[in-house]
């Protein structure tokens, strides 16, 4: 690389503290896709025939449909005959005690704490209840006994469906039906794990519940299935985080989460996107193609969207509110970072069907190496929605000449009684910038991680603390190399 | 403390520096003179290590260190400050969150210990109000949507809170109005001392009634063309640069 710009972007590594694969006896299905894939894993389930029934129509849909192709990204088919749809370690745990010490050590290596451990004396250390997910299966769901005091559901979507199955059979695909997009289809019929949590009404949650997803089989698909009901004036925080090792072939994870707030409840989503971005090549890395969606059912009610996106070849996501209630509120916050060869087409949908209904979206795309950067959304306001009111901010970061950023915001207003405000805007990390920290005594790598996260402040703050504080550095090291 | 020897560098493909001496000791305030585009921020740039510069023959040490061998960083760490000509923005970084990280930088390379939040922030506030920012200029991105006189006192800021040992002050007078430039004189003349020194490029003896020189150089075509003390920035003011050539 030469000119005005060849000190950013010159080296280009990667270092993926998290590519390593556990070495686990398996049970894992033949590639391949068909009737008896989706009942064999309904079997493993031992699920009733209501579910059965509901994931062979969404194979006889799926069948159907096509990929969708408008998104702003390249990569060559997917065959869905050479993916395995399920894959569990052998032993499956009963309690903590019972987990096999190598996921254990797995998860201590990630940082995930799969202990109970109590609160130091006289130190407040927030409590994080944590569930666990294994390529297909969850392996473990922490402080199960403390949230049940409370009356807070919180387990693996599969238990649920036994312990509690008219909520799961009133909610599931309520907010993502099986057709409404070519990947919500094939999660519907394969699904085969993720988590569920209900919270009572007039509950707030006892502390924060969060999902860790982990893909670690060759050739295997992860299609997890998130469902969260929160109900009357109920409060939760939900964190997800991911990872995979570093393979390379291409890896897929199409899940579905669906949230429900019903009257004055809350819901506050946080994902900490880091899955296997692929080499500096292209090479290997997941491909996050996922659907999110909440419905803000009651009035009053507010689901918040939290993102923080470093890892995936391809991210194909767009966590989504549908404004129902009168008077409910929707925001979307949101930091994608793209480097190397990565593609990212992201963004949300508020659709505001309610009175008075709001929505705030804060979208800050980053731009590193050779990779492609999209923001997409879209704003609807129903012809019933007066009052409604959208605010937008759309920035985005590049670091380098080689890079790209795009953004395609649909606004579509059907009552002249909303308001939408949209403002955009593009910098760019120069070398003159550079040079300027160098000068004053700062090297290239802490100027670019400064002057990215002033960039992603606004939305950083809207994290739970530790978090965001794993953000930072997660942005960091996903940068490694973006500057010579 | 200041050496430099033969310089020559190109902006491209261009020579612009043409043989450059110059040796500045402790203790000495020199001023640069010379017409637009006689190099005197090129010179300044390749001392401070700007990338997009070649140096093709001479050498520049400070304090017996090889500056040319270093990355600009390192060039900073080891007290090289430049007051740009044109400062730019860094917007969303604040300018406390800028001026620890320089600060930070400085005392780990020079070995000192790290500032507390708390010892930084007193600094800084005093330093700022010394130089009439307000309060309100911590929290506001690097230069972002300062006017052009604001500018030029940030950059004195950062001077008087790395301390260098040698500081490069490209035109920092320019576009000051007279209050502000007593200002940004009163912040050079505090922080001149024996351990330092200091080279100001400058269009107007005006300045140099605030910042008395020890020695004045006219630079014309990549080469310093005359030396003289403070009474040579007047004739040059009566005189302008006609007369002076540069050296064969
Ligand atoms: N990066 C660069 N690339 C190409 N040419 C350059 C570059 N930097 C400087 N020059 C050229 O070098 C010459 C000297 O420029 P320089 O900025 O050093 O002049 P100066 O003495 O500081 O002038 P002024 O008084 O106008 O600030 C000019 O002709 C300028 O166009
Ligand atoms: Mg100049």
């Not at chain 1, 407040?124 to 392996?139: I, L």
């Not at chain 1, 939900?238 to 899940?255: F, K, S, V, W």
Request: charged letters at 20%; one cysteine or more; glycine letters at 10%.
């Amino acid at each position: 690389m030469s000119g005005p710009n060849a000190a950013v972007g010159e080296r280009l590594a990667q270092d993926y503290a998290a590519g390593f694969v556990t070495d686990i006896e398996s049970e894992t299905l033949p590639p391949g896709l068909n009737e008896a894939t989706v009942r064999f894993i309904s079997g493993k389930k031992s699920e009733p025939a209501w579910l059965l029934a509901w994931r062979l129509q969404a194979l006889a849909r799926w069948r159907k449909m096509t990929a969708p192709q408008w998104a702003h990204v390249t990569f060559p088919p997917i065959d869905f005959d050479a993916i395995s749809y399920y894959s569990a370690p052998k032993q499956g745990p009963k309690s903590l005690d019972e987990v096999d010490p190598e996921l254990l050590r797995t998860y201590e290596k990630l940082g995930i704490p799969l202990h109970e451990r109590a609160a130091l004396a006289g130190v407040e250390t927030p409590q994080v209840a944590v569930d666990a997910v294994f390529d297909s299966v969850s392996v473990v769901t922490t402080f199960k006994e403390k949230l049940r005091e409370a009356g807070v559901i919180f387990c693996p979507i599969a238990e649920a469906v036994r312990e509690c199955p008219e909520l799961v059979q009133k909610y599931l695909g309520s907010v993502v039906p099986q057709s409404d997009n070519f990947y919500a289809a094939l999660n519907s019929a394969t699904f085969s794990d993720g988590s569920f949590v209900y919270v009572p009404k007039h509950t707030r949650c006892p502390m924060e519940l969060s999902t860790y997803f982990r893909i670690n089989a060759a050739n295997t698909g992860q299609f997890e299935r998130t469902l969260i009901i929160a109900d009357e004036g109920s409060y939760v925080s939900y964190l997800e985080g991911c990872t995979a090792p570093m393979r390379d072939e291409n890896q897929l994870h199409a899940a579905v989460v669906e949230l429900v707030a019903l009257d004055d409840a809350e819901i506050k989503y946080s994902t900490v996107q880091n899955w296997y971005p692929g080499d500096e090549q292209g090479r290997g890395g997941i491909y996050n193609f996922v659907t999110k969606r909440g419905a803000c059912l009651g009035a009053r009610s507010k689901i918040s969207w939290t993102q923080v996106e470093t890892g995936s070849a391809i991210t194909w996501k767009y966590p989504s509110v549908v404004l129902r209630g009168d008077g409910s509120v929707g925001e979307f916050h949101s930091v994608a970072l793209t480097n190397n060869r990565q593609q990212a087409d992201t963004g949300t949908k508020m659709l505001h069907i309610g009175r008075d209904t709001k929505s705030t979206i804060v979208s800050k795309g980053i731009s590193a190496g050779r990779s492609q950067n999209a923001y997409r959304g879209r704003v609807l306001m129903n012809p019933g929605a007066s009052g409604a009111r959208n605010y937008t901010q759309c920035d985005s970061l590049l670091i380098g000449d080689e890079c790209g950023a795009h953004t395609f915001p649909h606004i579509e207003s059907r009552t002249p009684e909303a308001i939408v405000e949209h403002e955009a805007s593009t910098s760019k990390v120069s070398d003159e910038h550079l040079f300027l920290c160098a000068q004053r005594g700062i090297d290239a790598e802490k100027a670019v991680s400064m002057i990215v996260n002033g960039f992603c402040k606004e939305v950083f703050r809207e994290l739970p603390m530790e978090f965001a504080v794993e953000a930072g550095k997660l942005l960091e090291v996903s940068l490694e190399g973006a500057v010579g | 403390m200041l050496r430099i020897e033969n310089l020559h560098a190109n902006a491209g493909d261009e020579p612009i520096l043409r043989g450059v001496n110059l040796v500045v000791r402790p203790g000495e305030v020199h001023a640069l003179m010379g017409p637009n585009g006689s190099g005197k921020s090129t010179l300044a740039n390749v001392i401070a290590g700007r990338p997009g510069y070649d140096v093709t023959a001479g050498s520049v040490s400070l304090d017996g260190v090889d500056l040319l061998a270093l990355p600009p960083e390192e060039r900073a760490q080891q007290g090289v400050f430049m007051a740009f000509q044109y400062p730019i923005e860094i917007p969303g970084v604040s300018n406390m969150e800028f001026l620890k990280a320089a600060l930070d930088s400085r005392n780990a390379a020079q070995g000192r210990p790290e500032l507390s939040a708390v010892q930084f922030l007193k600094l800084a506030r005093a330093a700022a109000e010394r130089l009439g920012l307000g309060p309100e200029f911590g929290k506001r991105g690097v230069n972002e949507g300062f006017s052009g006189g604001e500018k030029k006192r940030n950059e004195i800021l950062q001077m008087l809170l790395l301390e260098p040992r040698l500081a490069l002050l490209d035109e920092t007078d320019s576009g000051l109005d007279i209050d502000s430039l007593g200002t940004v004189a009163a912040g050079v003349n505090a922080f001149a001392g024996e351990d330092n020194a200091i080279v100001l490029v400058t269009h107007y003896a005006r300045l140099l009634e605030h910042i008395v020189p020890d020695h004045v150089h006219v630079l014309v075509a990549g080469r310093i063309a005359r030396s003289g003390d403070k009474s040579f920035a007047l004739e040059i003011e009566a005189k302008g640069y006609g007369w002076l050539t540069a050296p064969a």
